[in-house]
């Protein structure tokens, strides 16, 4: 459904992108590990065109665009086709939780002000926040905005959703809830791509895991492949350097 | 010859005084209206970071700043008819002094406004036109619905500021024979040949200091209504919240 050819972006004098290869079946869940610096969030943020990679192309459904040359209309289809979950929530702080999600089905995708509140009520009431319609950002907690954010994301109706370390701005104690939104997204048959550090997720629900480092894809499989019975020595160090930190965390 | 301070004059002059508000409010708020236009365009020019433009409005704004108002105000009422007159061959002999003044104190609101909301822009995260963009609103509905809000907010307390700023430089236009409070005041001085002068000055910084507060009042009000998240909203809710549970 989402496929990406040899997708390349630079800042300045640092090729953030080497060319990468990504292929998204409808049904989906991708998660991109990787040490920071790797190219991960450059990677995802460039399909939503929040970054324009300077070269690659990639087919969305049955249409081609090119990641250099795509147009103002194009981009704009891209991304009503798709949703991002950002890592600091970037909820609107002039708009109540419930504003958050109504706004990109009123303005976004011109829905009725009545169906889109009936919506985002039904929404909200999902990622367990019923209690909380008409509260603003600034009076909610981490986790509580972030299911918010994702709240916002899967309104739209969008065919790939994704998430941009949506846990690692969080207090421990609030990732659980997050993710547990997030899982439960996934047994419903979202597609979702996501960027994280948390194993364990990528363990329980990836149905594909990519290991990303220097801008390249280094490894590529299921969860049990990488994870588990990773092949490159690149991989192994990383998992060791996570997973050992896990153990000391206290 | 000098008559001995008159307690009560004060309170005449302050009734003589008052309907030239009018003239003094008409000033202001054009001069508002001018500047604002004219600074969110150079705001505009400086966000948008195309070097040429930029440098013109740096350029606009370094000049009208480093200009003490006095000046610039004979330089407009001096130099602009002369520019009309030879480059358009428009006559501004019967042009009021209400169009210099305000021409002048919009040039000069324009450069202050131009900082005030460039930098309101600014301090908005980048995070929440991006959020916006991913759920397919456009740049344009973006700014306004997400940014300018926002920024409004921010906008307002240093917009406060310089609009008393504006206030109080705008005594200045009797200069060129602006007839509003500061110029009925130097009349009426100027018809009693000099007599009462204290009382009048007094009258008139009373007027100045009564107008002065009611829009610092007028803006706190602004600032509670436009700020929705922020503790005046809080406290309400935790008022209503606790109604709640008391049934």
Redesign the interface.
Known sequence: MLEIKNIHKRFGNTEVLKGVDLNVEKGDVVVILGPSGSGKTTLLRSI?F?ERADQGSMVFGDKKYSFQKASKKEI?EV??K???V?Q?Y??????TALENVT??LV???NIPKKKAYEKAVEILTKVGLSDRYDF????LSGGQQQRVGIA??IA?EPEVILFDEPTSALDPELIGEVLQVMKQLAKEGTTMIVVTHEITFAQEVASKVIFMDEGRIIECGTADQVIKHPKEERTKQFLRRITNDMEYAI | MKRPFDFWYIFEAILDLLPYLVSTFMMLILSILGGTILGSILAWTKIRRRPLATGFADFYIYIIRACPPIVLLFLVFYGLPEILLRGFGIDTNHFSQLFFVVITFSLLFSATMAEVIRSAVAAIDKGQREAALSIGLSDMQAFIRIILPQATIIALPNFANSLIVLLKEGALAYTIGFIDVMGKGILMIGNQYGAHALEIYIALGLLYWSITIFLEQVFQKMEMKFAPDKVYRVEKRSEKERRKHEF
């Open positions: 939503n929040l704009l991304r009503k798709t949703a991002f950002f600091n970037n909820l609107f702080q002039n708009k706004e990109g303005i976004g995708r603003y950002p600034s009076q916002r994301a739209v």
